[in-house]
């Protein structure tokens, strides 16, 4: 029992000199440490809109809203901070992790509070939705097409729905109305589709 009470008497001893190790905030600024992981924060050049974030949340605190409206989608990735944990996930495994801005990454802001919810969010600017040219569902962002194709180079050509997507970013291809249709023909292949309907038109229809 003597070597606690020692410890705690030398851990007086040494706040007596040095100061206390608590801040003086909120009467100074504090200053985090550098892996401190503040508020989240979404960058509007570095996020595609994968939507990879919501998928890890735990805690469900990220929406995603997307909107379509006469064959013309877009995607807004919303982040409730009242109800962040700031547990890290959503940046950790962000899919532009590595690029520069990263889609996703917790600042050293941590005053948070305030009465209004509705105000404490963050919020991309609307992403711009690829559709399936059969049945016109969602397939992803066309910022995430188009960065895929970036990491594969030469083999996103293996895939019409990406080489056909940036050909259309191009202007080298003209966009396709979406019409539903039960009957895929050879052709349907080199489309932009979604992986149920590229399924049925090189497996099941074949």
């Given amino acids: 029992m003597r070597y606690p009470k020692l410890r705690e008497l030398i851990e007086a001893i040494k706040a007596l000199v040095k100061g206390p190790y608590t ?5 100074k600024p504090h200053k985090p440490a550098e892996r401190f992981r503040g508020k989240p924060e979404y960058s509007n050049e ?7 974030c919501a998928l890890v949340c735990p805690a469900r605190a990220i929406e995603i809203r997307d909107v379509v409206v006469k064959g013309k989608a877009t995607r807004k990735m ?13 940046s950790a495994l962000c899919t532009t992790k590595e690029d520069a801005p990263p889609g996703i990454k917790h600042t050293a802001e941590f005053d948070l509070a305030g009465f209004d ?22 397939i992803t962002t066309k910022a995430h097409l188009e ?7 030469p083999l996103a050509f293996s895939n019409p729905t990406l080489f056909i997507s940036s050909l259309k970013e191009m202007k080298f291809a ?26 049925r038109a090189t497996i099941e229809r074949f």
């Fill in 23 to 27: 801040t003086k905030y909120p009467y």
């Fill in 46 to 52: 570095g996020c595609i809109g994968c939507s990879a």
């Fill in 78 to 90: 919303v982040l409730h901070l009242d109800e962040c944990h700031y547990c890290g996930q959503c």
């Fill in 117 to 138: 919810r509705s105000q404490m969010v963050s919020t991309t600017d609307e992403k711009e939705l690829a559709l399936c040219e059969i049945c016109g569902d969602v």
């Fill in 147 to 153: 960065w895929i194709s970036r990491r594969l180079g």
């Fill in 174 to 199: 003209s966009e396709v109305s979406q019409i539903a249709k039960e009957d895929l023909l050879r052709s349907d292949r080199i489309k932009v589709l979604c992986a149920k309907c590229r399924r």
